[in-house]
T-cell receptor
């Protein structure tokens, strides 16, 4: 079992450019999360999916961030346009859902905006 | 609003010494508390959860609702315990579990 797979692992882009991150959760996991982790901080929830439905996107900056999970499996997180302050690690996690809340994390994508 | 506080950014102890990583939380309902660990160059992984009431790698954590704390303890530290430790909280709304609210983390260094 590969666990939660994220790509790319690293991304460097210029400000104002678009960027996308991809996540493949553990097979059978209905719940998928995207977290943002700034340097020296704990992860912060951006969005939570139950299957293909975004049930909590209250912390997602919707002016520039978007996410989708079209078939309730893989997910993509996009930033357009990127700003310098978006430099961070973007983590994807998945869990079986319901009351079983153990979340399994991917390796993360480290974004650097220059 | 829910919050998790880890007052120590860095904790350094000698091998064989006891370890206590502090965690306090605020939440209006009955939360579920976790400790996650991230070893160097590895992904974030669950260490233990309060519901399980078990010891993992010699670590234990007791939920104290009166003090709203969930401190992580180990009686004898080992060098392989060096890592980042995050305390996290999950509330429950809408019939399911919410996402995790994390503290800022404590970097534990075990000196030989």
């Amino acid at each position: 079992e590969a666990g939660v797979v994220q790509s790319p692992r690293y991304k460097i882009i210029e400000k104002k450019q678009p960027v996308a991150f991809w996540c493949n959760p553990i097979s059978g996991h209905n719940t998928l999360y995207w977290y943002l982790q700034n340097l020296g901080q704990g992860p912060e929830l951006l969005i939570r999916y139950e299957n293909e439905e975004a049930v909590d996107d209250s912390q997602l900056p919707k002016d520039r961030f978007s996410a989708e999970r079209l078939k309730g499996v893989d997910s993509t997180l996009k930033i357009q346009p990127a700003e310098l302050g978006d430099s961070a690690v973007y983590l994807c996690a998945s869990s079986l859902g319901g009351e079983l809340t153990e979340a399994f994390f991917g390796q993360g994508t480290r974004l650097t905006v220059v | 609003a829910q919050r998790v506080t880890q007052p120590e950014k860095l904790l350094s102890v000698f091998k064989g010494a006891p370890v206590e990583l502090k965690c306090n939380y605020s939440y209006s309902g009955s939360p579920e508390l976790f400790w996650y660990v991230q070893y160097s160059r590895q992904r974030l992984q669950l260490l233990l959860r309060h519901i399980s009431r078990e010891s993992i790698k010699g670590f234990t954590a007791d939920l104290n609702k009166g003090e709203t704390s969930f401190h992580l303890k180990k009686p004898f530290a080992q060098e392989e315990d060096s890592a980042m430790y995050y305390c996290a909280l999950s509330g429950h709304s809408g019939g399911g579990a919410d996402g995790l609210t994390f503290g800022k983390g404590t970097h534990l260094i075990i000196q030989p």
